[in-house]
């Protein structure tokens, strides 16, 4: 009966205050569950905090290949060097063999 009586009691609270009640429905629907809840922002500002990280990666290996770029540009023993180390090139009729750490 107490379980009955408690759940009565809650249908007369909301029979009289409606608009508080219809207030606290919004309010949870906009918190939770539309497309601008709170959930969903949070996890747009970390998707955004992961790309602006991706992104100060990405300039930074950029700015590593750049000056790649320039060391090699004029020089052709430099170039074959690069070419051969980082890209691991070959000149035909020559085996390559890596060894890895």
């Not at 990405?58 to 020089?75: A, R």
Request: charge should be negative.
């Amino acid at each position: 009966m107490r379980a009955k009586d408690t759940f009565l009691s809650l249908l007369i609270y909301i029979k009289h205050h409606k608009f508080g009640t219809a207030l606290i429905c919004v309010a949870i629907w906009l918190c939770f569950f539309s497309e601008h809840s709170l959930v969903a922002i949070w996890r747009l500002q970390h998707e955004k905090e992961r790309l602006q990280n991706d992104i100060i990666s990405y300039k930074k290996t950029i700015n590593e290949f750049e000056e790649s770029i320039n060391e090699v540009s004029g020089d052709r023993e430099a170039m074959e060097h690069f070419a051969r180390e980082r890209l691991n090139m070959k000149k035909p009729n020559e085996d390559v063999y890596l060894i890895e750490d």
